[in-house]
């Protein structure tokens, strides 16, 4: 099955600075690839998601690129803010009812 | 335009009771799906649910829990007896089609058993 590493599990940055969160899955069958970000005490939230035809995907501070030969996507935010500051976790499809997901990365903007 | 509504945001319960957590899924959907999260943990897909249909089940234990989702009204997960492993973070998601993309989560059931 569908087994979904992320890292690292904590980053700190400058405020200003950019910040690279990696993941690698498993299953070359997988097509989709969702960001969600997590802030305290609330659910998860979709910030970005990419698919398995394209490279590389962008939204303003925020890009997803892919790797699909080497099984592995990450998600960059340039020009961080504090408001960045939350747990942000990659997933990867299992089979059309479940998303995997990665186990989170906990990443705080210092001003 | 309401988000997906989870009640009660925290649940206190003693080992044997039962618990039942709600789910609205935002208004036009009718693909529900129930996670669990554990402290410093990614979560954990339980179940798949459309109206009056469960789906998949697979990640949902066999004994003590389970889900519905009814032609009116929330969608409901059950945890019979519940034990102290059970303490979770209890999200739910519903998401516009079937095909588990594009996932709207609540702000989930903070779940703790004494």
Known sequence: GENVEQHPSTLSVQEGDSAVIKCTYSDSASNYFPWYKQELGKGPQLIIDIRSNVGEKKDQRIAVTLNKTAKHFSLHITETQPEDSAVYFCAAPYNNNDMRFGAGTRLTVKP | ?114
């Open chain 2, 1 to 114: 335009n309401a988000g997906v509504m989870q009640n009660p945001r925290h649940l206190v319960r003693r080992r044997g009771q039962e618990a039942r957590l709600r789910c609205s899924p935002m208004k036009g959907h009718s693909h529900v799906y129930w996670y669990r999260q554990l402290p410093e943990e990614g979560l954990k897909f339980m179940v798949y649910l459309q109206k009056e249909n469960i789906i998949d089940e697979s990640g949902m234990p066999k004994e003590r829990f389970s889900a519905e989702f009814p032609k009116e009204g929330p969608s409901i997960l059950r945890i019979q007896q519940v034990v102290r492993g059970d303490s979770a973070a209890y999200f739910c998601a519903s998401s516009p089609t079937g095909i588990h993309e594009k996932l709207f989560f609540g702000s989930g059931t903070q779940l703790s058993v004494l």
